[in-house]
């Protein structure tokens, strides 16, 4: 993989969240022809099934299935996702490094605790990734001088400047690419999965990526009982995507029984498929994938907005 950047950028608390709640959007832009990865913020080593590095293995396989450029575990403990300035600095170096205009985040409300806070932890993460003034790196390697950086670029929050800035950020796509950025990126033909631990960097705190805000986020509503204000229409993408989930054997198979896979297979397919009917007949497709925005829609032309009324 000759870089890392990329179109849209999915994050998620687990490994095979992605899988569950935007992999059909995901492969369906990667079709047309977008640069897609994901960030899993923990490596699912509380999995009652199976290692971490086994759901490695399985997130690699399941990121072939949807198409994805890149993929990423942190080392976030497994159900203990904390929003933590720790953890926002480890978020915001990926997005600085892989500067998606779109980023996916779960739904801010939900049953699973890791889910929800993963929501407020990337949206926070999105918002300091383009603070000019922040050296991600130096704030992560602990180093005195982070802290003045940091300090610096708060106080420039609180005055109300403006962060973001357009040339330096089209100067680091220019710049950093995978080597240079001191976050070896995911190279999916190896099979492997690095995580990002602090301090991994061989280029030390000295190398800064340059400031990155996407441009938009959308939330992935799927495991919430919310109406979205849109959809996806992943008919076409809706096998693969169940594929996708099904790579993650040692969380779907009913190993305990010893047999074979097709009962839990079953189970499984009847209640993602459900889902994604019900998704998909709001919006006048088969197979659909929910999100919501928090912005308004826009539209250039009443005659061509999609979904029928009556
Ligand atoms: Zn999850």
Known sequence: MANSELDILAIAAHRDDVEQTCGGTLLKMAEQGKRTGILDLTRGEMGTRGSAEDRAAEAAAAAKILQVSWREALDIPDGRVENTWANRLKVARVIRQTRPRVVILPYWKGRHPDHYTASKLGYEACFLAGLAKLNVEAALSHQPSAFSQ?????????????????????????????????????????????????????????????????????????????????????????????????????????????????????????????????????????????????????????????????
């Open 150 to 310: 940091v300090a610096s670029a708060v106080a420039s929050v609180v005055a109300g400047e403006d962060q973001t800035s357009t040339s330096a950020a089209k100067a680091g796509r220019r710049k950093h690419g995978v080597g240079t950025t001191g976050v070896p990126a995911l190279s999916l033909s190896k099979g492997a999965l690095r995580g990002i631990t602090p301090g991994e960097s061989s280029e030390g705190a000295g190398e800064k990526l340059a400031p990155h805000r996407p441009f938009k986020i959308i939330y992935a509503t799927l495991y919430y009982d919310i109406r979205p204000t849109f959809v996806v229409d992943i008919t076409d993408q809706f096998e693969a995507r169940f594929e996708s989930l099904m790579a993650y054997k040692t969380q779907f198979s009913d190993q305990e029984a010893g047999k074979d896979i097709f009962p839990a297979r079953d189970e499984i397919r009847a209640r993602v498929e459900s889902m994604a009917r019900f998704y998909g007949m709001m919006a006048g497709v088969t197979y659909g994938e929910p999100f919501l925005q928090k912005e308004v829609g826009l539209v250039e032309d009443v005659t061509a907005i999609p979904v029928k009324s009556i």
